[in-house]
């Protein structure tokens, strides 16, 4: 639903193009301006309506699997879906992909909850590893290799179980 506000009545004909529902011409009047939002308020688009309007005015793309860290006094953006693994080092955690490790304040317990929250695919996998499964290449009972460069990380024994139940979950 799209309300435009114009100085002058020759741009109605753009407000229709839009698929506006209602325009208004300035001066408002208080009356005028309560109707539009009633009528504004009644309306009720259909999904498909909306996404198409939406998706044809403003081009706007599917979100992007990415977080904002702050490393370094600058807010960074990491694409969750080219993240290898994030490693906790005591107070500070770093997040590694293929071309570049950044490090943040900050502990793994709360990144691995952060995650969890989003339903992400990364794995706790060690007490100072959690890995983005989708980038496992193989394993064994003490290692985990990531498909990039032949990296591999600890498995903790403690953490086997998690990795037995995703992988008993996609095996056919």
């Given at each position: 639903m799209?309300?435009y506000?114009f100085?002058?009545?020759?741009?109605r004909i753009?407000?229709?193009?839009?698929?506006?529902?209602?325009?208004?011409?300035k001066?408002?009047?208080?009356e005028?301006?309560?109707?539009?939002?009633n009528?504004?308020?009644?309306?009720?688009p259909s999904?498909?309506?909306?996404n198409?309007n939406?998706s044809?005015?403003?081009?706007i793309?599917?979100p992007?699997?990415?977080?904002?860290v702050?490393?370094?006094?600058?807010?960074?953006?990491?694409n969750?879906?080219e993240?290898?693994?994030?490693?906790?080092?005591?107070?500070y955690?770093?997040?590694?992909?293929?071309?570049?490790?950044?490090?943040v304040h900050?502990?793994?317990?709360?990144?691995?909850?952060?995650l969890n929250?989003?339903?992400?695919?990364?794995l706790?996998?060690?007490?100072s590893?959690?890995i983005?499964?989708?980038?496992i290449?193989q394993?064994?009972s003490?290692?985990?290799?990531?498909t990039s460069?032949?990296?591999?990380?600890?498995?903790?024994?403690?953490?086997?179980?998690?990795?037995?139940?995703?992988?008993n979950?996609?095996?056919?």
């Amino acid at each position: 639903m799209s309300r435009y506000y114009f100085y002058n009545c020759l741009f109605r004909i753009c407000s229709y193009e839009l698929s506006a529902l209602d325009y208004l011409v300035k001066p408002i009047s208080f009356e005028r301006f309560y109707t539009a939002v009633n009528k504004a308020s009644k309306f009720k688009p259909s999904q498909n309506t909306l996404n198409s309007n939406i998706s044809q005015s403003l081009q706007i793309s599917e979100p992007e699997n990415v977080i904002f860290v702050r490393s370094e006094g600058k807010n960074v953006k990491i694409n969750l879906n080219e993240l290898l693994f994030i490693e906790g080092l005591k107070d500070y955690v770093k997040f590694c992909n293929i071309d570049s490790k950044i490090i943040v304040h900050g502990t793994l317990k709360r990144i691995e909850e952060y995650l969890n929250e989003r339903q992400t695919s990364f794995l706790r996998v060690h007490k100072s590893y959690i890995i983005n499964t989708k980038k496992i290449k193989q394993f064994s009972s003490d290692l985990i290799t990531l498909t990039s460069d032949n990296i591999t990380i600890p498995l903790g024994q403690t953490y086997m179980k998690n990795l037995e139940n995703l992988i008993n979950d996609k095996r056919y």
